[in-house]
């Protein structure tokens, strides 16, 4: 089955700075790829999705790039704010009846004022 | 306007005692899931179904029974509780195209902090 690695488990940045958070995954099966943000006692919600037949997608200050051959995913945000602030999951399906997802270990990022 | 509604929010019981939480979208999908969130925060599918069928079940303790009752609903019993299931569950819904067309966005619940003591 599916097995997702995410790296680093936490990150502090100054406010202001890139954060950068890298996943790696195991099935060459998988082609979605989608990223969830944590707030502290929330629920998770989709922030920034890719397909693999996309190498990069970007929303604003959020950036996802792919790499199919390697195996590896990454989250950039750019100019980050305290609002940031979070646990980050990446994720990794394949287009099935099922939706099976795997989530990472989550990332937890700091941004400081 | 809650899309994915659970309940309760909160929910602490003795160990060897049988439970349920209830989770509700009103967001017209045909996918429902529990995750379970431990305290080191990683989550894990537990169930999903689709059009009233069990599709995924990962590797948990038969102690744990989704039952569905509609499209709409996907409830978790949970019996003889272990100190062990002590965690946040959530239950998601997505839109599942039907074919495998395209893996779509699951939006979640609020979660229910499960404390067994």
Known sequence: GENVEQHPSTLSVQEGDSAVIKCTYSDSASNYFPWYKQELGKRPQLIIDIRSNVGEKKDQRIAVTLNKTAKHFSLHITETQPEDSAVYFCAASYDNYGQNFVFGPGTRLSVLP | ?117
């Open chain 2, 1 to 117: 306007d809650t899309a994915v509604s659970q309940t309760p929010k909160y929910l602490v019981t003795q160990m060897g005692n049988d439970k349920s939480i209830k989770c509700e979208q009103n967001l017209g999908h045909d996918t429902m899931y529990w995750y379970k969130q431990d305290s080191k925060k990683f989550l894990k599918i537990m169930f999903s179904y689709n059009n009233k069928e069990l599709i995924i079940n990962e590797t948990v303790p038969n102690r744990f029974s989704p039952k569905s009752p509609d499209k709409a609903h996907l409830n978790l019993h949970i019996n003889s509780l272990e100190l062990g299931d002590s965690a946040v569950y959530f239950c998601a819904s997505s839109q599942d195209l039907a074919g495998g067309a395209g893996v779509h966005e699951q939006f979640f619940g609020p979660g229910t902090r499960l404390t067994v003591l």
